[in-house]
């Protein structure tokens, strides 16, 4: 496939390797924003390639992630409501509130159904005029455009039966939080790509310059993050603090305006909690009050919400790359110390599956399968 | 957050108030919409992320940009590192 | 507290005083069900837990115990393979072949596992009040075909009716019987150190042919079924020198990840694929970059995973190869002593990945 398959070249991925060794004079923590980057780093074994002092830690990008434990109460309780017709991407599907998820939700009864698209809900709507449909719109500002059409175009229809539950979060107060913690490891970023093709990366150059340091915007195929993890190695090799762009045959520092502008629209900044790390002030969007039919959270009257917030979760510092979660007690004895997920892959390929059988993994130390990767085997 | 694919654009069309596309990714074809691309065409590259180009790809940036990591070791053009700016980084930085 | 890496680390916690985990965010999934939900059927974890938890205990014996795709064993000097296989999928019309075509190939497929000769099959229907007629007769005269391609006979069957709403269009079970004629002795736990792992051709093509119909997740493209039947191409393997090899398995529900990952359970070894020799058709990889699915866990109809003696394995891919089912097959990794139980895939880009088992059902994500 074009503009993937030349990004998984393993002789210029070698090549990067080599430069990353060459250059490399000391330790140093770098954090890849989006759960996507993560996902591909462990898909493709990235990790395994680098030199050993350039640690990557995987961050708070994952809105399955830190999606507030209330809000997946709220989602669950719409959900069993015989009247609603629940539509969700698949990501969430697996994710536990208090008591079940939407699979146990669906197993009592409930229509829950996995959409690609959130335009996918009209369709539903129309077809189902006797039901509400109901859109868990979660994402970062990559999928807010997507969810604004959404409800612009129930908007402009007139359509009566669609409403979102809102739940968008916002990178850059996200990093601000990370990087304002006192126990903050983090020395570099790559930058969440896709978020910024739709936001740009102006953004990030004020955070850049208040807290020194490197943020180099990155895709998400293998020589995208390696080449990231190069420039941002090499700004910190020589003292630079600069916003980069990797990922420049996709995006620019204004991003996409016509996103940009549906989103003003539809959505207004706002104050988001998330989940193991408390409210961050402006750093989620809720729908505009002339939207108000399309909120969900103001259709549905959901007051029997009881959650239940366990008190020895340390999620929070998972999330801001101070923890790994081989220090989450209840995964102690599961999680690869070498090769820590983060809070972040939820995923439905069974990749949370990994965060069990990490456990395994504890004999297969680093050297071991670095050796795997760069010598013997098939 | 962010899984979105690069796919070409094989046709256009309008439906109800969007403009739509057809992409082809590997050797499927789906439904797209454009309202955020407004200046793709067809033949051109889109990153599609759930059923909406968010970006089109740049064919010349692709191409200039590759063309510079595949020279990397020619190049020779790396800065070397100026002490006075390691030890101050070194001393915000390292560690908690 | 102790420390690694210079950074406090909290104290273990038992495991066995936390039963059921509630979380924060590492969004645990459930495993504690007090329901049974789709990831059930899926054929990973959750499937594994419910035969290990209430299936096991309750029928365990020698020949359940092994937990192959079939029951091997002899009756007065015969060694016969037995099985059953239910067919639930929806929609049961999909491009390549229907519910009908899938229950004859699974259930034949699943003796020739074995190394068997598939004979007989039984079918039973469970059908849902207000079911077409004519879609009936449209399924049976595709297992009429499938049957005749195999060459087996459907020799008994049962049917019932449920009421509408109660099941789905159709639901049916095959149960199929065989006879092993060659000197074989293939099972989930005969993999060694040095043996080569084969696949037969291209991975994926069944779940997303199934997937390219499921409601809101269409897309256009000439994406078809693998299911055929490989009683053939066993036997043209097994000419190669039966005693070579020591697995067989066809990779569905879970797809070749789990599938693995199982034999490499059940032998205690380790194995090591290498991404770049696995054959996958550029419309499964699009189709799967797009839904952000992973074609090593997606299932498949008409393959095979060999697990085959090394000095032989060659020989085998060129019997297997020459077989019209066979034309994609290539050698795919090795099995070793170390990291028993543990799959591990050398990426295309060099890098290294662990090939765990699937948990429940696979998901389009956006993340």
Sequence with gaps: MKYIDEYRDPVLAQKIVEELHRIQTRPWVIMEVCGGQTHSIVKHGIDYLLPKGVELVHGPGCPVCVTPLDMIDKAHAIARRPEVIFCSFGDMLRVPGSQDDLFTIRSQGGDVRVVYSPLDCLKIARDHPDKQVVFFAIGFETTTPANAMLVWQAHEAGLKNVSILTSHVLVPPALEAILQSPHNRVQGFLGPGHVCAVMGYSQYEPISARYRVPIVISGFEPIDILQGTLMVVRQLESGRAEVENQYSRVLNREGNRPAQDVVANVFEVSDRTWRGVGTIPGSGYRLRSEFAAYDAERVFDIHDINTLEPSNCISGEILRGIKKPHDCPAFATECNPQHPLGATMVSAEGACAAYYTYGRHLSMDRERLVTISTGGGA | MCLAIPGKVLSEYVQGSMRMAKVKFGGIVREVCLEYVPEAQVGDFVLVHVGFAISRVDPEEAERTYQLLQEMDQLGELDEPEFGEIATHAAKGGGS | ?367
Excluded: W
């Excluded at chain 3, 297992?143 to 069957?157: F, K």
């Excluded at chain 3, 529900?253 to 194995?271: C, D, K």
């Excluded at chain 3, 003696?309 to 002593?337: C, M, N, W």
């Design chain 3, 1 to 367: 507290m102790n420390s690694r890496d210079g950074i406090a680390v909290a104290e273990s916690v038992d495991m066995s005083e936390k039963k059921q985990l509630e979380f924060g965010a590492c969004p645990l999934p459930i495993f504690d069900h007090k329901h049974i939900v789709l990831g059930h059927g899926s054929g990973g974890k959750l499937t594994a837990e419910l035969i290990e938890k209430i299936f096991l205990p309750a029928f365990t014996n020698p020949a359940l115990d092994k937990l192959d795709d079939q029951a091997v064993f002899e009756v007065q000097e015969s060694r016969l393979a037995f099985t059953t296989d239910s067919f639930v999928v929806t929609p049961i019309f999909f491009p390549g072949g229907d519910i009908g075509s899938l229950a004859v190939n699974g259930t034949v497929n699943d003796l020739a596992m074995s190394g068997a000769r598939p004979l007989y099959l039984a079918a039973a229907f469970i059908l849902e009040e207000g079911l077409p007629t004519a879609q009936l007769q449209r399924v049976v005269q595709s297992m009429r075909a499938a049957a005749a391609a195999a060459g087996v006979q459907l020799v008994t069957g049962d049917t019932k009716v449920v009421n509408r709403g109660k099941g789905d269009k159709m639901f049916i079970t095959t149960t199929g019987i065989g006879v092993i004629e060659h000197a074989v002795n293939i099972s989930a736990d005969r993999a060694r150190p040095g043996d080569k792992v084969i696949v037969s051709g291209y991975i994926g093509d069944h779940g997303m042919a199934i997937m390219s119909c499921r409601e809101n997740l269409e897309f256009e493209g000439t994406i078809e079924s693998d299911c055929a039947p490989l009683n053939g191409l066993v036997y043209a393997m097994l000419e190669a020198g039966p005693e070579h090899i020591h697995c067989l398995r066809d990779p569905t529900r879970g797809g070749v990840a789990t599938t693995l990952n199982e034999i490499a359970a059940r032998s205690r070894v380790g194995m090591r694929l290498t991404e770049s020799s696995i054959p996958i058709r550029e419309s499964v990889q699009g189709a799967c970059a797009v839904l952000g699915l992973d074609p090593l866990y997606v299932a498949n109809e008409g393959k095979l995973l060999a697990v085959v003696e090394a000095k032989a394995a060659d020989a085998v891919l060129s019997r297997i190869r020459q077989h019209p089912l066979g034309a994609q097959a290539d050698i795919i990794g090795e099995v070793v002593a170390e990291h028993p139980g543990m799959v591990l895939l050398k990426t295309g880009i060099g890098g290294t990945r662990v090939l765990d088992v699937m948990f429940g059902e696979q998901l389009p994500r956006i993340c």
